[in-house]
């Protein structure tokens, strides 16, 4: 159905600038909602950012202005601009997507990439 891979996570200092990416493939021809989400150590998964294939994208009070989440909805890809990180910005990053188009079916269901670590630490 959907298989997920992010990329572009690392060391960053903080203050500085990281751009994940994320590619989606599979039997799909349309995602309804493509999403970021990040899990800290000890902590649980929460939503970072959430973007339907147009209109106003949703943001966690903790990235408002900082991040910036965009789609490609042609070559299905999905974006997070990370800006001035901060130190408790270090997690797993995951990308997300929520409902799926295939041929003959809907499937309202949620797929998951492995996730890719980011490290703000100086």
């Known amino acids: 159905q959907v298989q997920l891979v992010e990329s572009g996570g690392g060391l960053v200092q903080p203050g500085g600038s990281l751009r994940l990416s994320c590619t989606a493939s599979?039997?799909?021809?349309?995602?309804?909602?493509m999403a970021w989400y990040r899990q800290a150590p000890g902590k649980e998964r929460e939503l970072v950012a959430a973007?339907?294939?147009?209109?106003?994208?949703n943001y966690a009070d903790s990235v408002k202005g900082r991040f910036t989440i965009s789609r490609d909805n042609v070559n299905h890809l999905v974006y997070l601009q990370m800006n001035s990180l901060k130190p408790e910005d270090t997690a797993v990053y995951y990308c997300?997507?929520?409902?799926?188009?295939?041929?003959?079916?809907?499937?309202?269901?949620?797929?998951w990439g492995k996730g890719t670590l980011v490290t703000v630490s100086s």
């Open positions: 997300n997507a929520a409902g799926i188009w295939e041929i003959s079916a809907y499937y309202g269901l949620d797929y």
């Open positions: 973007a339907g294939r147009s209109g106003t994208p």
């Open positions: 599979g039997s799909f021809f349309r995602i309804n909602v």
